[in-house]
């Protein structure tokens, strides 16, 4: 046997053997370790997978939400404008039966005291209809200036009316409910006495 830097072939085996034998020895201690740490690695990974699950859960269940709210949203503007479509329906039918007395006093030759009280008789069946609409005048003559419902188109200088009182309406204003669908246009009182 020959010496390299020393040491005999032998006792570089011998500690190469023992290494070897140390490193064999130490084998049943680590697969056990091993097998602890797979163990764990194991469960870990069942737990891994079953978070998986759950999250994939939660997302299909909150894209299905999602789905169900847009088709909810779409639903309810669907019949949002079909409930407007049919309000302004029942507005007109109640208004035809107007259009049929105005056509129907178009065609009679008549004189002009008949053709005048016909035209009265359809301008109240209107004022009925629209008042079945909750539609209604407002009632300007004679009352004191409203900027929210008159809207002046005239100061007239006069000691005859009080000062901001409505001496005549130009056209008249409606109300549909409480809310103003137009404001009557009027002359308005100026007296700086009164």
Do not use: C, W
């Not at 079909?82 to 309000?87: F, K, L, P, V």
């Not at 069946?125 to 409203?146: M, P, Y």
């Amino acid at each position: 046997m020959g010496k390299v830097n020393g040491k005999s072939e032998t006792q570089k085996a011998g500690l190469d053997l023992e290494r070897e034998l140390t490193t064999g020895s130490d084998n049943g201690d680590n697969s056990a370790t091993e097998k602890a740490v797979s163990g764990e690695q194991s469960g870990a990974d069942a737990e891994l997978q079953k978070l998986k699950a759950e999250r994939d859960s939660l997302l299909d269940r909150l894209a299905r939400a999602q789905a169900e709210f847009e088709n909810a949203r779409r639903r309810a503007g669907k019949e949002q404008q079909e409930s407007r479509d049919y309000a302004v329906a029942d507005a007109i039918k109640s208004l035809l039966p107007v259009v049929d007395s105005l056509e129907r006093a178009l065609q009679v030759k008549s004189d002009a005291a008949e053709f005048r009280s016909g035209v009265e008789l359809i301008y109240k069946q209107l004022q009925t209809a629209l008042a079945k609409l909750s539609v209604n005048a407002i009632v300007s003559k004679g009352e004191a200036f409203d900027p929210h419902y008159h809207e002046a188109i005239e100061m007239v200088e006069t000691t005859d009316a009080a000062d901001h009182e409505v001496l005549e309406e130009l056209q008249r204003g409606y109300k549909f409910k409480d809310r103003l669908l137009r404001p009557a246009m009027v002359k308005v009182a100026r007296n700086p006495g009164k």
